[in-house]
């Protein structure tokens, strides 16, 4: 991914892609998804996928906002056009430094359930994840409704797109891909490990939540 929702999404989409995916391929279509949050910039759909964590806030990943934009979400329904929209409140946009994070505080709160932050214990090597985007399925058109894949983990101190900790996973049953970026990946809890940041063909860095749960409670509390 590294797919970078700033003017177009066109040629910075690709910026730091190992190989450029094409998104969430096989896999399967997700049924409900209340968490959910598709980005918008300028009132038009922007290419990434996010999570509600709070009424008020949302996260996603950095390489997804960028330049002086309105930004917005649709929240909670897994067609991303049929969601809820919401704006971004003014100033709402935090980046993290190092590592391929943002959180967008919104201008009213959404009723929608928040999803829980997995912490450093919540994921290990050996496991089978689940991850969510509404990426191109291989077609060139990004997906209207949201999918989901499994993938493995076999790295839990991978890097990535700006060198912070990740999470590699490998392909399962599918793979992540343009669009997805930004989107969550899931352990078998149900609880959100990780922030889609970089991938290819056969595997995805999702940087890791739990070693970033400070930065976030610092910032949205």
Partial sequence: MRLAATTVVTAAA???LSVPAQAIIDGEFTESAPWS???YQDGA?????ATVIAPE???TARHCIGGNHQWGFRVGNVEHAQGTYVDAAPDGVTLHDNADLALVKLAEAVQAPPVSLGDLESVADGDTVTIHGWGDTGGGQQSPRLKNAQLEV???HATDAYDGRAINGDRVNGVCGSGDSGGPM???AG???GVLSTGNSTSCQYTH???YRDWISSVTT
């Fill in 191 to 193: 609880v959100q490990v």
């Fill in 37 to 39: 949050a598709r980005l």
């Fill in 154 to 156: 076999t790295d839990v």
């Fill in 209 to 211: 939540v739990g070693a």
């Fill in 57 to 59: 806030w949302i996260l």
């Fill in 45 to 49: 759909d922007g290419y990434c996928t």
């Fill in 186 to 188: 899931f352990n078998a």
């Fill in 14 to 16: 690709l910026i730091g």
